[in-house]
């Protein structure tokens, strides 16, 4: 799905002209709607590179010194929040972790309020993850120019730097995307990371991306998304590349969905039997927290095909590669904005 962005959906097109900057560098990263194989592919080498200097006893490059990368958290976070908060001051940036809990927010400043506060302190990248659909967009929208805003997971809408993360983990171990077949399973209908999963998958080229979860856990709108759709997990894990296992979200679930957690597991829960029906060299993924018992068993979760782990590791360098090319692409920018208001003149 390489479109020329003339052939773009109406909606692709607009993410597109949030995002990126008139010459096609990130400035913001929403979502990856809109987002070409180049640009992944790009995301993932700069990843590549950023690996090493995690593996480094002086972890630090200093693309973003001197920056302030302002981390907002609205909804709980482990893996997200701390991976971002490494990443920026692996980056060298200045990070401040503001604790919604004890901010003004508790107070009932609104969201706007908070950032207009937090831009008057020269901030110069916001970290957001919301419980409501749509509001990094919003604030990208709105917020003053130069400023780089970087979506955490936002509702049941997008988590596109867990989806790189994972696409990274992927390329690590499967050397490509063209033929492989990969099962996202469980709890499509509530899970942003599935819709930004399905979205990468997609663009970078894989064979099949199959969904495999009952029919309460679907999305209605689940025939445009261009995947396969598999009820019996036990069919469904025939010929797989890759499964990646999904939590349920109870948090966002409104009435029964399901008969119980125990009839799920049966079903669903990736156990050594299930796992047994892929093909002997499928990896397992799970962007976490995980429930043991729940969607996943632990000798499959700590097993030699898992790369759980992996995967929370490759968040940092991940993270890295999206909020150095952001924050170059806001720099690009204003540069091209100084050099045309000085030719008005
Ligand atoms: N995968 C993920 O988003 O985990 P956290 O909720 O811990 O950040």
Do not use: W
Not at 15 to 40: C, E, K, W, Y
Not at 329 to 342: I, T, W
């Amino acid at each position: 799905m390489d479109q020329a962005p003339g052939s773009l959906s109406a909606h692709d097109r607009a993410s597109r002209n949030l995002q990126l900057t008139g010459d096609g560098q990130l400035r913001h990263f929403i979502t990856l709607d809109g987002l070409d194989r180049v640009m992944l592919t790009d995301i993932l080498d700069t990843a590549d590179s950023f690996i090493e200097v995690g593996e480094r006893t002086i972890k630090k490059v200093p693309l973003l010194r001197g920056r302030t990368v302002v981390n907002l958290f609205f909804e709980s976070s482990t893996r997200t929040r701390s991976t971002f908060e490494l990443a920026a001051k692996r980056l060298s940036a200045d990070v401040l972790n503001l604790d919604i809990n004890t901010s003004a927010t508790s107070k009932g400043e609104s969201l706007s309020d908070t950032l207009l506060n937090l831009e008057a302190m020269a901030s110069d990248m916001f970290v957001v993850r919301h419980s409501q659909s749509g509001a990094p967009h919003f604030i990208a929208e709105s917020v003053t120019p130069g400023v780089a805003i970087i979506n955490a997971g936002d509702g049941r809408h997008a988590h596109p730097t867990q989806a790189m993360l994972d696409m990274l983990t992927i390329r690590q171990n499967k050397h490509r995307f063209e033929g492989l077949k990969v099962a996202v399973v469980g709890d499509i209908l509530h899970s942003r990371v599935a819709r930004s999963q399905i979205r990468a998958l997609q663009t970078l080229g894989a064979e099949e991306v199959r969904l495999i979860a009952p029919g309460t856990l679907l999305p209605a709108d689940v025939d445009s998304l261009g995947c396969t759709v598999e009820y019996d997990m036990r069919k469904g894990m025939a010929d797989l590349d890759v499964v990646i296992m999904l939590r349920l979200q109870k948090e966002r679930m409104e009435g029964a969905l399901l008969p119980s957690e125990r009839e799920f597991y049966r079903l669903y829960g990736l156990d050594t039997e299930k796992l047994a029906l892929a093909k002997p060299d499928c990896i397992v993924m799970h962007p976490g927290p995980i429930n043991r018992g729940v969607e996943i068993e632990s000798a499959v979760a700590d097993g030699p095909q898992s790369v759980i782990l992996s995967q929370v590791t490759n968040g940092i360098a991940i993270r890295m590669a999206v909020m150095s090319m952001a924050m170059s692409g806001q720099v690009a920018e204003r540069a091209g904005r100084s050099r045309q208001q000085g030719g008005e003149q």
